[in-house]
């Protein structure tokens, strides 16, 4: 099989600031210092992380046992995840922190709440209670199933209190998925909301579980947080209203001393195949991984206000909203709601509102705000940002240059940090005090983080060249299975290439190393023999200034092998019609060169979505091949996208 060709030219460089790296946590310097210590000795290097980063009831006695493909990390070590993450920061050197705000909490209606550190250890302290007596045990696993409230952030505190693996659903998943993944792990309990609020409508978030409980025989208990008031059946000894328990519910709860390798969480995934994966992470690894991670990316400081926009049902949200950063003391801003409600700004009346200064989110959103226009951002003072990031996908430079200019009044440093559910936290990103950027690409590895690109062979592939992204060593926050599955675990990421963590991404590298991460290896087209990343392909047909978004998908062709169709949503006042057709298959070629040139380009007023944003190739690959069955849609944002997809072809 050829090699991925990379084709993507992008020669802008941008150093770090004189002012930012002068003041940052980790300094060129240390940077420096810390990619020695990585290179040298990685298990030396996470070591150190464990023991700057989380406090610790006993201290390991192996920092790693490595039986390929099974890890363990800090072997012999107690901990315990909610006790980093509260009671650390309420006595001894930083006991101020017992009045400093936790968590700030907007709402889409625009109500607002403030949990103090103090407040939220509170709270997570009686709600493990209420755990406890609803029979819930060390390793019971409990499903979530929540709107972004603070009692969200609360429950999963609460289970990492007394050492109950979290299963947390994203509430726009359908009443069948959450059946599906709460009978695969298990749950005894279930944690709910009446609804959640989106876009002014309410979310009937009991209604399905009520649904999914129905034929999960393992749920006991549905604790349910009053949020939306609409009318929902309570079924008596199976139904709690979460006030009412809270309301009797002792405020002592000591944190279970739990092994570095107790499972804390399972958060379900898409694989290629049409079932979940449910990828489990255990404490102390995790724990030091996300902490040490979010401090050094975000160069968290004490009186940062941090914002991830992903909702918790994600694993961003897991690892960079609750858990490395309350974990670091800093305060963290969860939002309800949609970034459109009630008008295009919300987003930026939030960050205004707050004086926000470190602001993470997704290229699609990104690329939504530069559809809506610039005068949303510009109605408001954004000057309290100081730094920002990208997560999810890779950033076509033109948005990147968007985000740069537009949000971050060309003084933020941006963070384009690439991990995956299974890694649990960030691999390869900037260091914003000591690493230049390029625009569209993530950089270099974190130290410690042994990544590399691959050819079929498992040989490293020469740059600019591109092959697949792969991780050679094992790392603390990396899963350590798929719940119940240890032949798909093996088989899924183990296989291609001998003790070798195979991530399902292209990628290249270019002449300084840096990588370029170029989407899955699914979504790698074979044209004529050339291997084109759709992502470039999408990049060039963005950076066009009459479009707003691109996918891009392959479709067989008796010729070419796989034939290149695009699906465009052009900018509000571009003239759809043959002749910006004719433009955008000129200026991809111009971008990246005639074999790139779509066959076939498809005007579309949106792209098929999953709730997170992410878009849904394989139903585009089923709709630009004309097959009537499109896959599973049960993530699908707007349904009706795909009758307006089908009828976009090009006549
Ligand atoms: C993609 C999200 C390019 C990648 C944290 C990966 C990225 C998948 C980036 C994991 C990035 C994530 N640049 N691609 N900065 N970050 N990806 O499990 O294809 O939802 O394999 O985790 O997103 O998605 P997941």
Known sequence: MPDIESLLKETRVFKPAPEFARSAYWNRKRVEEMRRLGERNPERFWARMAKEHVSWFTPWHTILKWKPPFAKWFVGGKTNVSYNCLDRHLTGEHAWRRNKAAIVWEGEPGDSRVLTYADLHREVSKFANVLKKLGIRKGDRVAIYMPMVPELAIAMLACT??????????????AESLRDRINDAGARA?????????????????????EAVENAPSVEHVVVVRRTENPVDMRPGRD????????????????????????????YTSGTTGKPKGILHTTGGYLTHVTATAKAIFDLREDDTYWCTADIGWVTGHSYIVYGILANGVTTLMYEGAPNHPGLD????????????????????????????????????????????????????????????????????????????ETGGILITPLPGGVPTKPGSATKAFPGIDAEVYDEDGKPVKPPNGGFLVLR???????????????????????????TYFTGDGAHRDRDGYFWVMGRVDDVMNVSGHRIGTMEVESALVSHAQVAEAAVVGRPDEITGTAIVAFVTPKGDAEVDDSLRDALRKHVTREIGAIARPAEIRFTDALPKTRSGKIMRRLLRDIA????????????EDYSVIARLRESEES
């Open 625 to 636: 091949s004309g097959k009537e069955s499109v896959g599973d849609t049960t993530t699908l």
């Open 346 to 421: 919300r987003f930026w009346e939030i960050i205004e509102k707050y004086r926000v200064t470190v602001f993470y989110t997704a290229p699609t959103a990104i690329r939504t705000f530069i559809r809506w226009g610039e005068e949303h951002p510009k109605k408001h003072d954004l000057s309290s940002l100081r730094l920002l990031g990208t997560v999810g996908e890779p950033i076509n430079p033109e948005a990147w240059m968007w985000y740069h200019r537009v949000i971050g009044g060309k003084r933020c440093p941006i963070v384009d940090t690439w991990w995956q559910t």
């Open 161 to 174: 209190r007394i050492g109950a693996p979290h299963s947390i659903v994203f509430a726009g998943f359908s």
């Open 473 to 499: 060593k094992p790392w603390p926050g990396m899963l350590r299975g798929i719940w119940g599955d240890p032949k798909r675990f093996r088989e899924q990421y183990w296989s291609k290439y001998k003790n």
């Open 240 to 267: 709690h209203w979460w006030h009412t328990l809270m309301a009797e519910a002792s405020s002592q709860c000591p944190p279970a001393r739990l092994d570095a390798e107790h499972p804390l969480f399972i958060l």
């Open 190 to 210: 279930v944690i709910t909301a009446d609804g959640g609020f989106r876009r002014g409508g309410v979310i009937k978030l009991k209604q399905a579980v009520d």
